[in-house]
T-cell receptor
Framework: QKEVEQDPGPLSVPEGAIVSLNCTYS??????FMWYRQYSRKGPELLMY????GNKEDGRFTAQVDKSSKYISLFIRDSQPSDSATYLC???????????????FGQGTILTVHP | GAGVSQSPSNKVTEKGKDVELRCDPI?????LYWYRQRLGQGLEFLIY????????KSGLPSDRFSAERTGESVSTLTIQRTQQEDSAVYLC?????????????FGPGTRLTVL
């Protein structure tokens, strides 16, 4: 079993839809939770960064972390064709220990928003 | 300012040849990571540098893989005697903080194809 599980999709939605992306994880030491967006043939770019449990909102994006369930989500409101990309969840144990901040990624979900 | 750059952007090589992949991190970023992304997969951690030292090499898949960093700047990932399973996109990321609680900035990657 992988440390981080993410449904690869693909997911296709009409413009304006609300998109929900999810990841589950097994390592209870993860403290930092991130969502990256990756366009084709580009490097990942950070969308959302959350420490511990709770919600964080940034414009059309909302990230949720439920550490008790080991479950994280990203919601995209009023989705746009420009949101079409691969969305990767990533997690880190953070400072201390020997993890050195390395990220553990989910497989990525391919999202297409059609006009 | 300039982001993380990687070269070459694409590399096609024959099985058994050695390859060198280069990463130029953002100036002043002390932490540098290498990841590998196989087709349709998430990113896998390879190695972490703090300055010129590599305290975590746990992700290197075999002794054919090595990496170095000089001048707390440029890093080179070397793959000796390449195999077809080495075909992937190799991504480099850098961050300012020692234990990377901050954002990791990714380069565009080097797409390696081993024939």
């Amino acid at each position: 079993q992988k440390e981080v599980e993410q449904d690869p999709g693909p997911l296709s939605v009409p413009e304006g839809a609300i998109v929900s992306l999810n990841c589950t994880y097994s390592n209870s030491a993860f403290q930092y939770f991130m969502w990256y967006r990756q366009y084709s043939r580009k490097g990942p770019e950070l969308l959302m960064y959350t420490y511990s449990s709770g919600n964080k909102e940034d414009g059309r994006f909302t990230a949720q972390v439920d550490k008790s369930s080991k479950y994280i989500s990203l919601f995209i409101r009023d989705s746009q064709p420009s949101d079409s990309a691969t969305y990767l969840c990533a997690m880190s144990e953070g400072a201390g220990g020997t993890s050195y901040g390395k990220l553990t990624f989910g497989q990525g979900t391919i999202l297409t928003v059609h006009p | 300012g300039a982001g993380v750059s990687q070269s070459p952007s694409n590399k096609v090589t024959e099985k058994g040849k050695d390859v060198e992949l280069r990463c130029d991190p953002i100036s002043g970023h002390t932490a540098l990571y290498w990841y590998r992304q196989r087709l349709g997969q998430g990113l896998e951690f390879l190695i972490y540098f703090q300055g010129n030292s590599a305290p975590d090499k746990s992700g290197l898949p075999s002794d054919r893989f090595s990496a170095e960093r000089t001048g707390e700047s440029v890093s080179t990932l070397t793959i000796q005697r390449t195999q077809q399973e080495d075909s992937a996109v190799y991504l480099c990321a850098s961050t300012q903080t020692r234990f990377a609680e901050g954002e990791q900035f990714f380069g565009p990657g080097t797409r390696l194809t081993v024939l």
